[in-house]
Nanobody
Framework: QVQLVESGGGVVQTGGSLRLSCEVKGGGQLDYFAIGWFRQAPEKEREAVGCINGLGGGTAYADSVKGRFSITRDTNKGSVNLQMNNLRPEDTAVYYC????????????????????RGQGTQVTVSP
């Protein structure tokens, strides 16, 4: 079964930035597929963060991260990045990338929290 792998998590101060990356374990291209990101903080429900359509299509974001987070593709690596700027303590969570192997995402009708395939997550901690 194809697996996704996230990387790039860490500890950062409020206002700082991090860039997470999502790749196919063992290599492979994600270019044709919609990729979503979601996060889960301790004792909280999963929260969809955003998604990007396949082949460099459009993106969609949760209101809580709009204007601060952006999802892009690295076509050279076949990976998907989540750039997080102006981080806040409430952004602290384990971040997951996920896919349904569909070409497009519909953030409101089927958020990334419901996708079938996801990685093991990477921890992001934002200190006050």
């Amino acid at each position: 079964q194809v697996q996704l792998v996230e990387s790039g998590g860490g500890v950062v101060q409020t206002g700082g930035s991090l860039r997470l990356s999502c790749e196919v374990k063992g290599g492979g291209q994600l270019d044709y597929f919609a990729i979503g990101w979601f996060r889960q903080a301790p004792e909280k429900e999963r929260e969809a963060v955003g998604c990007i359509n396949g082949l460099g299509g459009g993106t969609a974001y949760a209101d809580s991260v709009k204007g601060r987070f952006s999802i892009t593709r690295d076509t050279n690596k076949g990976s998907v990045n989540l750039q997080m700027n102006n981080l806040r303590p409430e952004d602290t969570a384990v971040y997951y990338c996920a896919t349904d192997w569909a070409p497009a995402c519909s953030f409101s009708r089927r958020p990334p929290t419901e996708y079938d395939v996801r990685g093991q997550g990477t921890q992001v901690t934002v200190s006050p």
